[in-house]
């Protein structure tokens, strides 16, 4: 395996593998890996000759009051888990290398950008789009994996690899959870024992709110109020960014849930900012 | 040589030429092609195994009070020129296929779109960067090649490549004049020969400037004021976008010319909109 850390000899090693007729299976990531993230590995390497994942925390998709310079990492532990997943090559590019002085090109998704995440997080996805492209270019894949779990990112990167022509198969993977139901993230790391019981709130609510659509209960404001209270009483202390039923592909809200509308939510646990989704099928 | 008229197809062939090792030269154009862009074909030809040339008027480019619906074209006369210059494959997409109803994502160059052109086009370098982006991704250059007559559009191209991380060489090749020194310009063949006269004022405008910097007149102020009279003099009926006395990489005006100084000049003889620059050194 190996670990590449200059963007220019990132550069030469992709062509000269794209050069050899090798395909290039592509896992980004910004490290403090999970199970979650190795399913995306474990993927890649069914798919393609050859795995780059890459570590950065990308400072572009934190606003300056989230929590970038808190964000957990363990280097030495990604590696082993990534040589254990089946990665051929780790690319960690610097903040430095990534956004020299002088840089100011930005991609942007403009209308799949400004929804859910997009109304709380305003520049969020923009720094995502960017460095996504960043890494298409430097790493040249011939397909990436990202996770459900960041659904809205999911779409938002899939708008973009297909409206700026790259010719890159999109696998999104499933969404790996804890033995409880919550949904793997890096972020959990933040949580003390207490705020990790409250987490559950999110998962525990989806679920009620699924269980509910099977039953026939289709109306999204109905649902919702299920939601609220779920997640109030599994972490009173909570605050919630957004609850929403959407169309899959779309993202935009629908009027009655069907088997395509997805529910998201974002909710603060503890000061910690939690995600997740589910399909309502 | 081969003409595609499809993305997904230039997708494939571009990755098949790459996966066998050979080094793509492209050249975007907007089509109507001189002997301007016949210059760019040939130093393609002679830096890469592969020459792609595009033709497509990017919609994007274009504001809706510009000249998009009446641009020049001559596809026959194109393909018979490109052959002649050594190309090897002619893409030509459609404006459905580079920009389907749901399209939705652009490619922004921050600082360097915001002047000169960037001033009286807003939009103008938005769709320049997003359709180079499309056309790089799709024929997977390994060089490319632009005129000098666009300059500010080379430097912004040039900051745009380098900022996504491309590999790719950004080649920078000198403007073609007529006889009489007119830039070559697909928009010259808009004038009748009253028009084609007063053409060449730009060209004029420069060469007096630059005489003037080389006999020790440093000032923009004082050459602006002489480039303004050489246009009125030679196209009465001329309107000025602009004149600039700017840094060569950074496009920021300068108090005093010197050799890295280019002065660039945006001007309307008899409704068609002409630029043209001109190193003072």
């Not at 990790?196 to 679920?207: G, K, T, V």
Request: charged letters at 25%; a positive charge; one cysteine or more.
């Amino acid at each position: 395996m190996r670990v590449i850390r200059s963007t220019t000899q990132m550069q030469r090693l992709s062509r000269q593998l794209v050069g050899k007729g090798k395909t290039i299976g592509l896992v980004p990531t910004m490290g403090y890996l999970h199970e979650g993230h190795l399913s995306l590995i474990h993927r890649a390497r069914k798919l393609a000759d050859v795995v780059a994942v890459t570590i950065f925390v990308n400072p572009a998709q934190f606003s300056p009051t989230e929590d970038l310079r808190r964000y957990p990492h363990d280097e030495r532990g990604d590696l082993r888990k990534i040589r254990k997943a089946g990665g051929d090559i780790v690319f960690i590019p610097t903040s430095r290398d990534m956004y020299p002085a002088e840089f100011e090109t930005w991609v942007e998704v403009e209308r799949l950008s400004k929804t859910l995440e997009g109304k709380v997080r305003p520049t969020h996805f923009r720094g995502v789009t960017t460095v996504v492209t960043k890494l298409y270019n430097i790493c040249r894949p011939d397909l990436v994996v990202f996770g459900m779990k960041d659904y809205q990112q999911a779409m938002v990167l899939r708008r973009m690899t297909v409206d700026l022509g790259y010719n890159i198969r999109f696998v999104i993977a499933p969404t790996v959870r804890e033995a409880d139901g919550l949904a793997m993230s890096s972020r959990n790391a933040y949580f003390d024992a207490g705020g990790r019981a409250e987490a559950i709130c999110l998962y525990r609510a989806l679920s009620t709110a699924r269980a509910m659509v099977r039953a026939g209960i289709k109306r999204p404001s109905r649902l919702e109020r299920e939601i609220r209270a779920v997640i109030r009483a599994t972490a009173p202390t909570s605050r919630i960014d957004y609850v929403a039923f959407t169309d899959f592909a779309t993202l935009q809200p629908v009027a009655t849930v069907d088997r395509s509308t997805i529910c998201s939510l974002a909710v603060r646990v503890r000061n910690v900012r939690l995600i997740d989704n589910m399909k309502m099928a």
